[in-house]
């Protein structure tokens, strides 16, 4: 199974984005989105199941960013709004089972915010 992350670029504060990753459509899995930021270790922003739509925010991102799911498409999607610098990273998205850790991973889409 191949991860295929894309949407990544540059934006300006209080902009928007959608990221997506396409390949991620499994029963019983769950998709995440990550973000490495420079000095940073990688931080887990949302999660979200396959089969019934549970999602997951980080506290930096509630209320900003938006994850979900096209069944047709087989993508998880990730919308941010609202963008701050410290938004700036790479961009992951990963899977996994349900009981499992997350091992299956996209290539990073570089997101970077100016102020």
């Known amino acids: 199974v191949q991860l295929q992350a894309s949407g990544g670029g540059l934006v300006q504060a209080g902009d928007s984005l959608r990221l997506s990753c396409v390949g991620s459509?499994?029963?019983?899995?769950?998709t995440g989105w990550f973000r490495q930021s420079p000095g940073k270790e990688r931080e887990l922003l949302a999660h979200?199941?396959?089969?019934?739509?549970?999602?997951y925010y980080a506290d930096s991102v509630k209320g900003r960013f938006t994850i979900s799911r096209d069944r047709a498409k087989n993508t998880v999607y990730l919308q941010m709004n609202d963008m701050k610098p410290q938004d700036t990273g790479i961009y992951y998205c990963?899977?996994?089972?349900?009981?499992?850790?997350?091992?299956?991973w996209g290539q990073g889409t570089q997101v970077t915010v100016s102020s």
């Open positions: 990963a899977a996994r089972s349900s009981a499992g850790s997350y091992n299956t």
């Open positions: 459509g499994r029963t019983n899995w769950i």
């Open positions: 979200i199941t396959w089969n019934l739509g549970t999602t």
